[in-house]
């Protein structure tokens, strides 16, 4: 038996692990259920997965051409030699697609990304137009190498720091998560240069070992990396499902709070238009007077503003504590987003806007109620900025429901306040400078129409606001 295993090619055993560890990775995110996720990773995560199953493949090709040797006819290795050009072409090409898609979220600027991947998919063939096209197997190994050459060091690297970008922005959710992102992208550099560098059957000087044996251990590395990352959907979702029993419990909460402010603004109101026709009166015979006291006018104005914003909010704890169903008509929600962008105008005029409006199915419900909540967002972004600043708004699907974000680079809002911001008449704002009932009014309406409204924030870095409703309708 030993005397058997002496006679193997170390060569077998290398591409042997080397494709199993990716197929390990395409296999272990096959498997994993990302379906209720809202991490921008689980919508990006199968063209790592593809890549795995992929390219795995291909180094199983690789070794199937090793075993064979001799015994192989000419026909057999032309087809061998173009299912492996194609193989290392497709299997790096959604390495590529899953950097640059990752990159995009990250710095929300996906267009150009795919742009760039085509760019180099143009190139590929530039190249392999000037070397004029050939069924040969020289050429199809020169194809496979120029591939490689391209899309290999490309597409590690721009996973490397597509995986490093995103490994910061999910730090506050997952610490442990966020440093196996790191590493993995990390080795994603060192990968990039071993494969797509450095060619195959390529033994380092001084220490003389192969670069197969570099890339499998990367392989390893990666695979590690990445399956053990990916437990940050496990917490994602444990904190779900406690955020959730705390809007339930809030849900209840302003139920209550909302019966007991219709019956407060009922109350006042009355009072309130008695007194507006008082002050109406006593101003009338001030001014009708030969010598009219000015400074008791002015106590008068003072008086009915104050009596005026006294009224404002018991219309605003009316509007909070409506339950009345929306109005339920077919609309579309980047119209609205762009209705309450033209409305906002002059409150935004410090504000550079930036509006990634993707493609969205319709949104059955009460549209003037939505443009409300989006008004109310964008002034309390700006509200966040008095210096001015940036406003992010992206719109798009996620599964059956149409998603709209809206991120300011304000100064945020502090870790224990964020459990709060959806509370009646709570507010870091001035006296006078707000009420406290926006957020919860936007919730009141955003539950009407069965959507969910989510807010991340760190304190000095800025807050996103996640809006989603059901596509198609909202009985």
């Known amino acids: 038996m030993f005397t058997l295993l002496e006679n193997i090619p170390l060569e077998y055993p290398i591409y042997l692990f080397y494709g199993g560890a990716f197929f390990l990775l395409g296999v272990s995110i096959a498997l994993k259920n990302m379906e209720s996720s809202d991490l921008q990773l689980a919508g990006n995560l199968w063209l790592l997965g593809m890549f795995g199953f992929t390219h795995g493949a291909h180094e199983w090709l690789e070794l199937y051409e090793l075993m064979g040797g001799e015994r192989l006819s000419q026909q ?25 898609s990752l990159i995009g979220t990250t710095l929300r600027r996906i267009r150009p990304m795919k742009l760039f991947s085509t760019g180099l998919f143009l190139a590929w063939l530039l190249f392999l137009f000037h070397r004029g096209f050939s069924p040969g197997v020289d050429f199809l190994k020169g194809a496979e190498l120029i591939g490689r050459n391209i899309f290999g060091l490309a597409g590690a690297l721009a996973a490397a720091y597509g995986l490093i970008a995103y490994s910061r922005e999910i730090k506050d959710l997952s610490g442990p998560g966020s440093l196996q992102l790191r590493h993995a992208g990390i080795i994603f550099i060192f990968y990039g240069v071993f494969a797509g560098v ?3 059957h390529y033994s380092l000087p001084v220490v003389g070992v192969p670069v197969e044996i570099l890339r499998g251990l990367s392989a390893v590395l990666i695979t590690y990396f990445i399956i053990k990352a990916m437990t940050i959907f496990e917490v994602e979702a444990q904190k779900k499902l406690a955020y959730q029993l705390l809007r339930l419990g809030q849900s209840e909460k302003l139920q209550s709070l909302g019966q007991l402010a219709a019956g407060i603004a009922h109350e006042i109101n009355n009072p309130l238009a008695n007194a507006v026709l008082g002050i109406q009166t006593a101003r009338k015979r001030v001014t ?23 009224s404002i909010i018991a219309r605003e704890l009316l509007q909070f504590s409506r339950q009345r169903d929306a109005e339920a008509v077919p609309f579309n929600v980047n119209d609205v987003v762009r209705g309450a962008l033209t409305l ?23 549209l003037s109620k939505m443009e409300q909540v989006f008004i109310n967002l964008l002034s309390n972004a700006a509200d966040a900025m008095p210096e001015g600043g940036d406003i992010f ?77 059901p596509a198609g309708g909202a009985s």
Request: one cysteine or more; glycine letters at 12%; hydrophobic letters at 35%.
């Open 288 to 310: 009708g007077t030969a010598l009219p006291d000015q400074q008791v006018i002015e106590r008068l104005d003072a008086v009915e503003k104050n009596i005026d914003r006294a």
């Open 76 to 100: 057999e290795i032309s087809t061998l030699a173009l299912i492996t050009a194609f193989m290392t072409v497709l299997s790096f090409f959604f390495l590529l697609r899953f950097g640059l």
């Open 393 to 469: 708004i992206t719109t798009g699907l996620q599964g059956d429901d149409v998603e709209i974000r809206i991120s300011d680079t304000g100064s945020g809002i502090p870790p224990e306040n964020l459990s709060r911001v959806f509370d009646p008449f709570f507010t870091t704002k001035e006296t006078g400078s707000g009420t406290g009932l926006g957020l919860s009014i936007c919730y009141g309406i955003v539950k009407q129409h069965r959507g969910t409204i989510e807010i991340d924030s760190t304190g000095g870095k800025g807050t996103t606001v996640t809006v989603r409703l």
């Open 344 to 366: 906002m105008k002059y409150r935004l005029r410090d504000t550079v806007i930036h509006h990634d409006l993707g493609p969205v199915r319709e949104v059955t419900g009460d």
């Open 198 to 200: 450095i060619h195959s």
